[in-house]
Nanobody, 124 residues
């Protein structure tokens, strides 16, 4: 059984930081690109970032460039999303996803496996 488990969400004030983790089991982790998506209330799910399986290339949504950093530790089967300088508009449920043949990092249908999500709330 493939499982993706997110952790690290929570509530933080604007300007604060959070680090999300995504631990994957049931597949060969280093065969998969890992993406992070988010969905805010009343809005569609959107791609935030992705890290490739091959060379560790990274991709970011424009609005998070310079604030978010994606990384992966293949030895731990875990990917991370470091989120700094958080803004209220970053408030959403964050999901990690795994895909073997990802071409467009923000295309959700290119990812085969998904986690359950973790809530991130940025508010003063």
């Amino acid at each position: 059984e493939v499982q993706l488990v997110e952790s690290g969400g929570g509530s933080v004030q604007p300007g604060g930081s959070l680090r999300l983790s995504c631990t994957v089991s049931g597949v060969t982790f280093n065969d998969y690109a890992i993406g992070w998506f988010r969905q805010a209330p009343g809005k569609e799910r959107e791609g935030v970032s992705c890290i490739s399986s091959s060379d560790g290339s990274t991709y970011y949504k424009d609005s998070v460039k310079g604030r978010f950093t994606i990384s992966r530790d293949d030895a731990k089967n875990t990917a991370y999303l470091q989120m700094d300088s958080l803004k209220p508009e970053d408030t959403a449920v964050y999901y990690c996803a795994a895909g073997q043949w990802v071409v467009e990092f923000d295309a959700s249908d290119e990812y085969e496996h998904w986690g359950q999500g973790t809530q991130v709330t940025v508010s003063s």
